[in-house]
């Protein structure tokens, strides 16, 4: 759905724009960076475990305030869908009916008046019955403000930032001594092609001896790092990251050098092996202005080819930004509306 508010501050030039939702613009459909934020189950509990995660290993004191340990989270696929046509809510929103009194009931219309009973089994219709109930427990128990977590979940966070805590690799770029600190979820904020850009680096490592700054930022992946990074463009990230700490400094270190960003990476099945990746300046390069790169094979095939495409950076997509916030059109993409709408197959 888009959202009309960001919108709105595109076309005042006052929204903040960050790395995360300028990516989107790598794909088809421009019209993406403007909707409402929303993700998968499965990608929100990952993006989750990794919040966790992090704020457990370095800002333990702010857990209870930031998540709340239950033990019904909210239903998924089917069920939810019940929810949200018979209730007329969204799943995370309390039930628009009183249901203190006889819920039981209500779970039980609930069911009959979309599914029907007679086109389920007494078995299924129990463990529906069974996941509305739990819903309905987890929605009394929600509190705003506070994040909720199944405990498995939570259990997960626990794993993985033992395993932060415990490397020999990844303990000592945290440490807090006289010559060493840290700087925890630095906010930033910088313009840039007269766009105002900002975000979140989840750390400032300060070597004082040294007098060096370094972003590190804290991934957690259940696949490999490599196609990670590749899949979701970690290189653009650092890139940007990098960028905005050149122009963004803290003051009372001004005067030290920037090291280039590392990633601290976690897989969700092996929390007691985290990995340290260190970027190169090909890696800062390529995620600020792109490149042109040849691919060596072709799909399907072990035949060696020379097929030249572009990878973009951070700064060919706020390029495509500024477009579309000029002309404030997002229904397709920059060459397309440049060639009035002329789609062409190029296939090789």
Known sequence: MIDQEIRNQILSNNFVVHQSRLKTLLGPYPFKFLEEKTEELHEKQHFTLGKLAETLFLEPEKVDRMFEKISSMPPEGMVADIIRETFQTDTENTFHIEMEENEDAWVLMGIGANLGKGRWSDEVMFKKFKALQDYWSYLKTKEPGREPVSLELYQQGEALAAGFAASDQTAPLFARTPNHDILVQYYFEFTYMDTPCGGTIDVIEIDKTKKTLRVIDIKTTSRGWRS?????????QGAFYTHAL???????YSDYELLNPIYVVSHVNHPNNPRVIHFGERDILTGTLGANVYRTTAYGSNMPVNLPYTIEGFHDLLERYRFHQTVDNWDKKRELFEDDYKEHLDLY
Not at 228 to 236: L, T
Not at 246 to 252: A, K
């Open 228 to 236: 990670a990074a590749k899949a979701n463009r970690w290189d653009i």
């Open 246 to 252: 050149h122009e963004c400094t803290p003051m009372v």
